[in-house]
């Protein structure tokens, strides 16, 4: 197989087919196609989960014998999103559709259609007052990190245990600083740093966001004990967070996000959580704690999370909910 015809993510180690419809459109379409999640998609997460939707749209329509990409029409394009509708969550009919949207709108700029058949096909919306990431109330999230055992008794000395240290670190990170877990796993060991005598971490976020945020208390405690269970190495290139061997001892290799959940789901059950949390939990946790606290701003939360629009900050801001006893009590029946 050509190189041509093989699209590698090398992030995850997945790969797609170029799909039929578009090799059997010529050479000049599929470099395009290829060129569209390699010198358009700058974010390796974007580009996967795009692959993955625009992999499901050419094999649906090959299904229904379109054998040229000049014979998919507006209308197919519908189709194929109401069948989505019929089985998925409404967020990743949108994402999936935009994913679409966006290579024929690259196809168009490049001259391989004189227009797109995506451009007026549009999917349900919803109105969320609050985002569906799991968020955990501050006594779970303190309960959650005081349960990861960190060090261990042997032969009378205590002895530190790498994977709580760096578990706790990573959780703690993700609250503290509310960084995507992508953002995270991606940091070196130069990425934390000191200044006026305080550690500073350095995050790469969603859209090409360079971040760079002073350490609360309690996460420098945690990142200082975990950097100095590392091994030397050079900081610049080093992975901050590591993965473990079969022994439960630190590699050199990069802790990556699926492994990360693994950890996330296996310490909730140790602490006895039983709302199913992911590793956005944390990051929406942050962000809430942060907003329920006296004094705690939106544009503040907004900026350290990276995010572009207020209203996404606000799915996050859960204060609505804390109705006290003393309210219900008022139902004088």
Same mark, same amino acid.
């Given at each position: ?143 959650? $990190?005081?349960?990861?055992?960190? +060090? @261990?008794?042997?032969?009378?000395? *205590?002895? %530190?245990? /790498?994977?709580? =240290? ?32 305080? $550690?500073?971490?350095?995050?790469? +976020? @969603?859209?090409?966001?360079?971040? *760079?945020? %002073?350490? /609360?208390?309690? =996460? ?114």
């Amino acid at each position: 197989m050509n190189d041509l015809q093989e699209i590698d993510f090398k992030n995850s180690g997945r790969k797609i087919l170029v799909p039929l419809i578009i090799t059997a459109s010529g050479e000049d379409t599929s470099t395009r196609f290829k060129e569209f999640f390699f010198a358009n998609i700058a974010n390796e997460n974007t580009r996967e989960a795009y692959g993955r939707a625009i992999e499901g749209f050419f094999k649906w329509m090959e299904q229904r014998d379109k054998g040229d990409i000049l014979d998919i029409e507006t209308l197919d394009i519908a189709a194929w999103a109401r069948s989505l509708e019929q089985k998925l969550a409404v967020a990743t009919v949108q994402q999936r559709l935009a994913a679409v949207k966006s290579l024929f709108n690259w196809f168009v700029r490049h001259q391989i259609l004189s227009v797109s058949p995506a451009a007026t096909v549009k999917v349900k919306s919803e109105r969320l007052r609050h985002g569906k990431t799991k968020v955990l109330s501050s006594a779970d999230a303190r309960r959650l $990190l005081d349960t990861i055992q960190i +060090e @261990k008794t042997k032969d009378g000395a *205590s002895v %530190p245990i /790498h994977a709580g =240290l760096r578990d706790r670190a990573l959780i703690s990170l993700m609250i503290y600083t509310f960084a995507r877990v992508s953002a995270a796993v991606q940091m070196n060991v130069s990425h934390v740093y000191e200044k006026d005598h305080r $550690l500073w971490v350095d995050l790469q +976020e @969603k859209g090409g966001k360079h971040l *760079s945020i %002073p350490c /609360h208390h309690i =996460l420098e405690q945690h990142l200082r004990a975990y950097i100095d269970v590392l091994g030397e190495g050079d900081p610049n290139t080093s992975p901050l967070f590591c993965a473990m061997d079969k022994s439960r001892q630190l590699t050199s290799n990069r802790l990556d996000r699926t492994q990360s959940w693994h950890m996330v789901r296996r310490r909730a059950r140790q602490a006895k959580i039983s709302a199913d949390i992911c590793n956005h939990t944390f990051r929406g946790t942050g962000i809430s704690s942060y907003l329920r606290n006296k004094g705690g701003r939106l544009e503040i939360a907004q900026h350290l999370a990276g995010h572009s629009d207020p209203k996404t900050t606000q799915l996050y801001d859960r204060r609505d909910e804390d109705i006290s006893l003393d309210e219900v009590e008022r139902i004088d029946i």
